[in-house]
């Protein structure tokens, strides 16, 4: 591997590195001697940090670029951003009698409005985020299920997608990554074609929310 090659390994595993570097937000030389031992591996030979300047330096930008225009052009087109609050978030392991618990469930809240509640089935799991109003009509269907995890005192913030949203690359890192930065812990993730769901603590709300409608007006 030569040492431009290695370059772009490096930097192309951390997206947040790459968008820095296109914004002129990195010190390339700090950069270029923190990752000189991992370019020496990569290559198998001695590089100098003189070289690897350079070499950054002379990495082209334009896809990076191109990327954060089409996003940011995406992001003026979102729709209603919804905040529900007071929500649980219950995990249980899977079992062969965990979807007619999850079948129970659902026909007991058919006929009311308003009630917030999701459930999502991975491969090993099942988590079901939905209002605290429901937490003991949950505890006594699923007394029989094993409880891996549960979570209170969270919130979602939904966000309605323009319905190109899955023709526009990094859509969803973009929207992570501006709550990541602020430091703002995202508990869940939930989404259909074009809504998604993030859910997080009710104490980050205030901060999560100014920042996700700040994405609708970002130039």
């Known amino acids: 591997m030569n040492v431009s090659t290695a ?11 790459e968008e820095a570097l296109s914004e002129g937000l990195i010190n390339v030389s700090s950069l270029a001697r923190q990752i000189l031992p991992e370019v020496e591996r990569l290559t198998h030979k001695k590089v100098q940090e003189s070289t690897l300047i350079m070499a950054i330096h002379r990495r082209p930008q334009g896809q990076s670029l ?8 995406f992001m003026r087109e979102l729709g209603d951003i919804i905040v529900r609050s007071d929500l649980s978030d219950h995990t249980f ?48 269907i699923f007394r029989g299920e094993n409880l891996l995890a549960r979570k209170t005192g969270l919130s979602s913030v939904t966000i309605r997608l323009p319905r190109n949203n899955t023709e526009v690359s990094g859509i969803y890192y973009f929207l992570l990554k501006n709550l990541a930065w602020a430091g703002i812990n995202v508990c869940e993730v939930i989404s259909t074609s ?26």
Do not use: H, W
């Open 93 to 140: 392991e899977n079992s062969p009698g965990l979807n007619a618990c999850q079948r129970q469930l659902m026909d007991s809240i058919a006929g009311e409005k308003e009630i917030f509640c999701t459930i999502s089935q991975g491969i090993y799991e099942t988590t079901i985020v939905a209002g605290s109003q429901l937490d003991d009509k949950i505890d006594a």
């Open 66 to 73: 191109r990327v954060s225009r089409s996003i940011n052009a």
């Open 194 to 219: 074009n809504e998604v769901s993030i859910v997080v603590s009710e104490e980050d709300v205030p901060r999560a929310f100014p920042i996700l409608m700040g994405l609708k007006k970002k130039e």
């Open 7 to 17: 370059i772009d390994q490096i930097i192309g595993q951390s997206p947040f590195l």
